[in-house]
């Protein structure tokens, strides 16, 4: 099993450029996150998905927006990229919710300049 | 809304000297998870603690989950540059998504 995987690992934006970033996991989770950690700081939540078709927001979903059409992608789509969006956006999946251990991928370090 | 707050924020020990990191939370926990980040790498899942006053051992890796469910240690006992690295706790209050906490960060003086 690859687990979870992100594509691409890096990537530069200017300011107003559009994105998609990359999520698969191959061990048939229902849900699947997406996170972004700033320098030094936490995990916060953009959106998650508890399956197939059903997303929701997180703490931080402004500029964001994402789809799942099936179980095993999770794609982040940023439109109108801006310099607070630089981070490192990491995607996980587990098999439910609460009680149930999250699997990350590698993550993606992204700069809007 | 849900909050879960770690201290301290950073923590520099000689090696050989044990470490702890607390975690507290605004609401009661159904359950708590820990993870660990090493630099430049992702959070990889160490541990869940479920019941009341529960504790478990890895190693040298202590956790413990309060009475009230509402807070959690990690004690690591003589500490190595193996253990360098970033330690989130995560809370759920049922079938939520988890909530981290904003890590303690742990450097290792060899």
């Known amino acids: 099993n690859a687990g979870v995987t992100q594509t691409p690992k890096f990537r530069i934006l200017k300011i107003g450029q559009s994105m998609t970033l990359q999520c698969t996991q191959d061990m048939n989770h229902n849900y699947m996150y997406w996170y972004r950690q700033d320098p030094g700081m936490g995990l916060k939540l953009i959106y998650y998905s508890v399956g197939a078709g059903i997303t929701d927001k997180g703490e931080v979903p402004n500029g964001y927006n994402v789809s799942r059409s099936t179980t095993e992608d999770f794609p982040l789509r940023l439109e109108l990229a801006a310099p607070s969006q630089t981070s490192v956006y990491f995607c996980?999946?587990?098999?439910?919710?609460?009680?149930?251990?999250?699997?990350f991928g590698p993550g993606t370090r992204l700069t809007v300049t | 809304g849900q909050q879960v707050m770690q201290i301290p924020q950073y923590q520099h020990v000689q090696e050989g000297e044990d470490f702890t990191t607390y975690c507290n939370s605004s609401t009661t926990l159904s359950n708590i998870q820990w993870y660990k980040q090493r630099p430049g790498g992702h959070p990889v899942f160490l541990i869940q603690l479920v019941k009341s006053g529960e504790v478990k051992k890895q190693k040298r890796l202590t956790f413990q989950f309060g009475e009230a469910k509402k807070n959690s240690s990690l004690h690591i006992t003589a500490t190595q540059t193996t253990d360098v690295g970033t330690y989130f706790c995560a809370g759920a209050g049922g079938n939520t998504p988890l909530v981290f906490g904003k890590g303690t960060r742990l450097s290792v003086i060899a």
């Open positions: 996980a999946s587990s098999h439910g919710a609460g009680p149930y251990e999250q699997y």
